[in-house]
């Protein structure tokens, strides 16, 4: 009985992160097909490697929301669920070359190619609005004015 009471909570944690983050205009993509035809496209694509821990509900989720509230900003707003929709994490991970998986995280791409990573290092014990000036600062060098 314990073992099914978990589960349902675990489910609903997954649901409101995926509702919450979607809410906030990110597109899921749960699948590998859906990550390639996403990154393959020119502009600049923010992708949210989202997450049920504590930094991603805490951190990382409210400042993916509030950093769009800025002059600029990506192209396109993307999330990929760690641990929930793991082909499609893995093959977004793909596109991070150079960086070890991390969840929460941000990578920031431009025509498919990455040019700012904020790591979970640099978001789990930071101050939300920390994190959204990391973002900002990362729109402001690579994205164009709405």
């Given at each position: 009985?314990?073992?099914?009471?978990?589960?349902?909570f675990m489910n609903d944690v997954v649901r409101q992160a995926r509702q919450e983050i979607?809410?906030?205009?990110?597109?899921?993509?749960?699948?590998?097909e859906e990550v390639?035809?996403?990154?393959?496209?020119?502009g600049t694509t923010l992708v949210m490697v989202n997450s049920v821990c504590?930094?991603?509900?805490?951190?990382?989720?409210?400042?993916?929301a509030h950093s769009l509230h800025y002059d600029k900003r990506p192209d396109q707003l993307v999330t990929v669920f760690a641990g929930q929709?793991?082909?499609a994490t893995e093959k977004a991970r793909s596109y991070f070359t150079g960086y070890p998986p991390s969840s929460p995280s941000?990578?920031?791409?431009?025509?498919?190619?990455?040019v700012k990573m904020i790591e979970r290092?640099?978001?789990?014990?930071?101050?939300?609005?920390?994190?959204?000036?990391k973002l900002q600062d990362s729109?402001?060098?690579?994205?164009?004015?709405l």
């Open positions: 009985m314990v073992n099914m009471d978990f589960n349902f979607s809410a906030s205009g990110y597109k899921e993509l749960t699948t590998p390639d035809e996403a990154l393959a496209k020119k504590g930094c991603a509900g805490g951190i990382a989720r409210p400042a993916a929709d793991k082909e941000f990578a920031l791409l431009k025509d498919g190619e990455i290092h640099d978001i789990e014990g930071h101050d939300p609005m920390a994190v959204v000036q729109f402001e060098q690579y994205c164009e004015e």
